[in-house]
């Protein structure tokens, strides 16, 4: 509405406390480097499905209808139909599943070289169709929840992955002219085999939300 390109980097998975870490260790330069930063709360119940619906919809669960993972359909007017609606165009970069019926069909990354990530293959399709005619690009990184999942928030294939991630975003970034806003959809804990999500701890409901400007010439 206010004739400004915005680019979505949404990060599965991606506490707060673990953008704290970075931070502190000089793990992520890029986003750790981002001046306007700040903790945000997720929705309840803390999983893909829920916060991304909050996401895209602006919405909390008892208005946009998704509570858990086994809601998939929207209930409020999803980001890209408010896109269209003022004659505009958007893109949406997803892994390699539709989390949500959105009012656009995500672009879907399969892992093509088998490398148990699709997040290669999300930032090969995102630097293939990004463009200036794009006023909306609302990209999904998978690899920080896997690694989480598998490994612990806090264990070196996670921290590898976010910083991998980090090198993603910043090359983006030098390609988009335009406003970009980073945040995920849930946090996670540790667990004895690893880390999960899902209740109501800090670790899960909160994230990070940093909004920076994009382009070779732009300061963070």
């Not at 999803?78 to 672009?107: A, C, H, R």
């Not at 070289?113 to 090969?124: A, I, K, Q, Y």
């Not at 910043?170 to 667990?191: C, F, P, V």
Request: glycine share 10%; aromatic share 10%; net charge negative.
């Amino acid at each position: 509405k206010q004739n400004e390109k915005v680019m979505v980097i949404f990060l599965d998975g991606f506490g707060y406390h673990q953008y704290l870490h970075c931070s502190k260790n000089n793990l992520a330069p890029y986003m750790t480097g981002i001046e306007n930063n700040s903790k945000a709360l997720t929705s309840y119940k803390p999983v893909s499905n829920t916060g991304l619906a909050a996401a895209l919809t602006g919405k909390g669960p008892e208005e946009n209808g998704v509570y858990s993972r086994e809601f998939k359909k929207l209930k409020s007017k999803d980001l890209f139909q408010e896109v269209k609606e003022m004659g505009l165009k958007s893109k949406y970069i997803e892994g390699n599943i539709k989390i949500l019926n959105t009012s656009k069909e995500p672009i879907l990354n399969p892992d093509l070289n088998n490398n148990e990530t699709t997040d290669d293959e999300v930032f090969g399709t995102a630097k293939e169709v990004i463009n200036n005619q794009t006023s909306l690009f609302f990209i999904h990184f998978h690899g920080i929840d896997e690694a989480g999942h598998d490994n612990g928030p806090y264990s070196k294939k996670t921290i590898d992955v976010i910083k991998k991630t980090d090198e993603y975003i910043a090359e983006l970034a030098e390609n988009w002219s335009g406003k970009i806003i980073i945040t995920a959809d849930h946090g996670m804990h540790s667990t004895v085999n690893g880390g999960d999500h899902g209740l109501i701890l800090y670790q899960d409901m909160f994230v990070p939300y940093l909004v920076t400007e994009g382009g070779s010439d732009f300061e963070k």
